[in-house]
Nanobody, 115 residues
Framework: QVQVVESGGGLVQPGGSLRLSCASSGSIFRTYAMVWYRQAPGRQGELVEGVTSGGRVNYGDSVKGRFTISRNNGKNTVYLQMNSLKPEDWAVYYC?????????WGQGTQVTVSS
């Protein structure tokens, strides 16, 4: 069983920045596609940003130009740098690790954007 653990959420003012981390177990982390999703109350879940094992990045339209995903295979960790945060970014952010038909989720980390 692969474990996925998110961290780095918190309260930030509009315009501020946060960096989320997602650590995953497993000796083949480098082969996983890693994706950040978010779920806000009353709203449909959406893809934030993902990175394949080969380094190709997929962006959600609402975060393009503001969020940046990166991965460190040596640390089994993927990061989400979030800049210029807006109130609409307020959500629980979930990390997913995927390999072919297999998929593992973390418990999520809360990001609150409020003045």
């Amino acid at each position: 069983q692969v474990q996925v653990v998110e961290s780095g959420g918190g309260l930030v003012q509009p315009g501020g920045s946060l960096r989320l981390s997602c650590a995953s177990s497993g000796s083949i982390f480098r082969t996983y596609a890693m994706v950040w999703y978010r779920q806000a109350p009353g709203r449909q879940g959406e893809l934030v940003e993902g990175v394949t094992s080969g380094g190709r990045v997929n962006y959600g339209d609402s975060v393009k130009g503001r969020f940046t995903i990166s991965r460190n295979n040596g640390k089994n960790t993927v990061y989400l740098q979030m800049n210029s945060l807006k109130p609409e970014d307020w959500a629980v952010y979930y990390c997913n690790a995927g390999l072919r038909q297999l998929s593992w989720w973390g418990q999520g980390t809360q990001v609150t954007v409020s003045s």
